[in-house]
C-alpha cells in the first residue's frame, strides 16, 4: 500500500509518502504558518520525487486534531480533494499520537505538547517501549502546571516532543525529562502515514474513510468564538 500523509497542525509542514511501510519521502518545512502557498507545491515535489502521481496514491492520510485551527482546515480541504479526485480513500489521525510514533524507538513516557497558548499545551501522555506505542491518556488541553503534577506520578524517563517543546522544558519541571533529538522534535508525514495505514487496515468499514466522511476537529473554541461568547458574558452580566 502507498499512503501519502501531511501534517499542517503547527507551524511545520510535512509531506510523507511510505509504501509498505518503507518511507520513500519525508519533508519538513518550517514555513511559519504559510501552509496555503507549500503544501500543494511539497505534496508536488514529494510525488515528483519519488516517480510517483496521485492516482498511484492508495491511501490518503492527514493529522486532524489537534493544532492550529487554519492549519487543521487547509490540511483536511486538500487531503479531501486529493482523495476525491482520485477515488481514494483518506482517514484522519490524532496530531498527539503521530507526534508519539516519532518516539517509537525509545523506551519511556512520550509527551506530546503542542503549544495552545495561554500557558496551555494540547496534550496526551503515552508509553513507549520495544517499538510499541500505548496510549495512557486522551487527547486534551492542560496546563503547563496541570502537566508537571500528572507527569511526577511515573517514575520512568520522560521525553517532550512537538512544537510546544521549548515551552514544556522550561515551564514544566521533573528530574526524569530527557533531551529529544531535534530532528524528531516535529511533526512529521510518516508517522502520520503510519497510523492511518494501521487503521485503515483494522477497520471493517472502508465507508468510514470516504472523503464525505472525514472532518477536521478541534479541542476547543476558535478564537472568534471564544471572543463572542465573552462578549455575550458581558452583555448579561
Not at 490518503?60 to 487554519?70: E, K, N, Q, Y
Not at 517514575?155 to 517532550?160: A, D, G, L
Not at 483494522?202 to 471564544?226: C, H, I, T, W
Request: charged share 25%.
Amino acid at each position: 500500500m502507498i499512503v501519502l500523509g501531511i501534517d499542517t497542525t503547527s507551524p511545520y509542514c510535512s509531506v510523507a509518502i511510505v509504501k509498505d511501510g518503507v518511507v520513500l519521502t519525508d519533508k519538513i518545512l518550517n514555513n511559519g504558518n504559510t501552509h496555503s502557498e507549500v503544501l500543494l507545491p511539497l505534496i508536488k515535489s514529494s510525488l515528483e520525487e519519488t516517480g510517483l502521481k496521485a492516482s498511484d496514491i492508495d491511501l490518503f492520510a492527514l493529522s486532524s486534531c489537534p493544532g492550529s485551527f487554519t492549519g487543521v482546515r487547509i490540511g483536511a480541504s486538500t487531503i479531501k480533494g486529493l482523495a476525491f479526485g482520485s477515488g481514494k480513500h483518506c482517514v484522519g489521525v490524532s496530531t498527539l499520537e503521530a507526534l508519539a510514533y516519532n518516539l517509537k524507538g525509545v523506551n519511556g513516557i512520550v509527551v506530546p505538547v503542542m503549544d495552545a497558548r495561554r500557558n496551555q499545551f494540547y496534550n496526551a501522555i503515552f508509553r513507549c517501549r520495544d517499538n510499541k506505542v500505548e496510549r495512557l491518556t486522551g487527547d486534551r488541553l492542560i496546563s503547563s502546571s496541570a502537566l508537571e503534577e500528572e507527569l511526577s506520578m511515573y517514575q520512568e524517563k520522560i521525553y517532550f516532543v512537538g512544537d510546544g517543546y521549548a515551552l514544556a522544558v522550561n515551564s514544566v519541571k521533573n528530574e526524569n525529562i530527557c533531551p529529544t533529538d531535534e530532528e524528531y522534535i516535529a511533526q512529521r508525514g510518516s508517522s502520520v502515514c503510519e497510523i492511518a495505514e494501521k487503521t485503515y487496515n483494522l477497520s471493517k468499514n472502508k465507508e468510514m474513510f470516504s472523503d464525505l466522511v472525514l472532518k477536521p476537529g478541534y479541542l476547543r473554541a476558535s478564537q472568534a468564538e471564544r471572543e463572542r461568547n465573552e462578549k455575550r458574558q458581558k452583555t448579561y452580566n
